[in-house]
């Protein structure tokens, strides 16, 4: 039995307001672990909220730390010329597989504020892992890794508006 | 308030080239988003900015409130244009504009609300004062509007609650027909509005199709920049709009005029809008039919008759600049006559006709003004609707706008896919059209007598 999004929210919110430090659940195939020190180190591989790209996550008001503000990206990066790879960045190897935006948003690396990324370039991934989260209007939508392998390149700054198809991270097949 | 100083354009085609353009002129940066199929369009080669939303379907891409406030957002915009069609008349994307911070170049929510839902704009308009063809105010079941047909009188006319652009709306001449018109209106309703409502009104035969373009600031001051008259349609759609309307007797206009402007003050009415009316040309007579809570696709006829700019006239407002025009300074110089231009093939019953724009040569010439986002080596996509763009004439008086059109489209020539304008060249060329003796259905007779002709 999965647990839902709001019981998510609810759990995060009790932990919230507990006296805990860290906090790793596993139920099903969700893996929670979150920490309010941002201290989880090695562990912090697994991603802390394991989501379907269907499945997205609206914070409540009073989980304060996982509702990123919509923020203006610098005026200095248009993304007018996207979707190819070759546009945004020359040649990749041809093994290599590109994740590319599902919607128009707020790309995120992090869980949430303060804590680390789900992946950095090097990471190992599984197939579903969470790579990043795309915000629109507050809705967050994780994108899952669609193999296992290894995070190559990221090309898009945290908390930056990516375009609908715009090649978000590169990925190499293990 | 403070002047908007960088805009999203949530639209395409012709009008985001328009506003764009509008944006330009008042020194406004001009973001657009874009769906997949739009990534070359010529709004995306012009604008400061160009921001893909969605794939093709307008639905994820177009019509997706959520990403287009976002984008806003998330780009530093401080306005956003809706265009018409698509969004526009959408009061949530109004209301999530002003929830976020965005300034909303358009009215606010409550009054695109009020004149969203046909019934309820047309219970308003009657509290006003200003008059609403006899009619009902909801239609239940056939047996009802049978009842309802006897006493409102044939012919009727059935019309979606939700509506507009004419989906959901039938005429019925007697009993049998309406059984059918009902029926097959309140399922055309349910479909294309999700809200099968339908209401009924008295359908006079000899009517025009006037419509008068309103301006107001958010200071109180309304203004009128005359009327045009978009009585040559098809299926409801407008082929051809003129302003100002000559066969209307001067004391009808100025009664139209002052009612358009009375019922928007009443409404609280803000930015631009337009009043539309039926006239029985026959009872000299105006009806109330609707009000339009956007910029229309025929603007440009007003604005070439009165010299007033209406887009860049909607940005001033939405940043809070007073009007300072004056109404006595509108009065229409000459006349102006606009061809909507489709990439439809009218000898296959308006049939689309995507493809690629093999050559593309629009006439010149004093007077002429071309509204477009097409140009030779474009591919018409089968996404969205077939307008190409618009021919606009302005001359010293209708005969003399009437040949100019004439010329202007003959000379227009458009290869590589089929296009409205050699039917509107024929339509233009006709006596009836010349002396001004038509009326809202004369574009359907012309084309009925010549299937009968073939």
Known sequence: ?174 | MKPLRRILIANRGEIAVRILRACRALGVEAYVVVSEADRDSMAARLADRVICIGPAAAKDSYLDINKVVHVAKATGCDGLHPGYGFLSERAELSASCEQQGIVFVGPQAESIRLMGNKLAARAFAEECGVPVLPGSLRVTSVTHALELAHSVGYPVLLKAAAGGGGRGMKIARDASELETAFQTGSAEAQAAFGDATLYMEHYIANARHIEVQILADHHGVVLHLGERDCSVQRRFQKLIEEAPAASLPLSLRAEICASAVMLAQKAGYRNAGTVEYIVDQEAKRFYFLEMNTRIQVEHPVTEMVTGVDLVQWQIRIAGGTPLTLQQQDLQPQGHAIEVRINAESAAHGFRPSPGLITRWHAPEGDGIRIDTHCQAGDRVSPFYDSMLGKLIVHAADRPAAVRAMCQAVAAFDVQGIQTTLPFLGQLMAMPAFQSGQINTRWAEQVLAQSQLNK
């Open chain 1, 1 to 174: 039995m999965e647990p839902t999004i709001k019981e998510i929210q609810e759990i995060l919110k009790v932990f919230l307001d507990s006296e805990l430090q860290d906090l790793r659940l596993e139920v099903g195939s969700v893996r929670l672990a979150v920490s309010k020190s941002g201290s989880l180190g090695a562990v912090a591989m697994t991603p802390a909220v394991a989501l379907t790209p269907a499945v997205a996550l609206t914070p409540t008001a009073s989980t304060t730390h996982a509702t990123p503000a919509v923020t203006a990206p610098p005026a200095v990066t248009p993304a007018a010329s996207t979707g190819t790879a070759a546009a945004v960045g020359g040649a990749k190897p041809a093994h290599w597989v590109a994740v590319t935006a599902t919607s128009v948003g707020t790309f995120y690396r992090c869980p949430a504020p303060h804590q680390p990324p789900f992946v950095e370039v090097g990471a190992k991934v599984q197939a579903n892992d969470t790579l990043c989260l795309i915000e629109v209007m507050k809705m967050f939508t994780g994108m899952t890794s669609p193999m296992a392998g290894r995070v190559a390149e990221i090309l898009v700054a945290d908390a930056t508006l990516v375009e609908h198809g715009q090649v978000l991270m590169y990925l190499e097949p293990v």
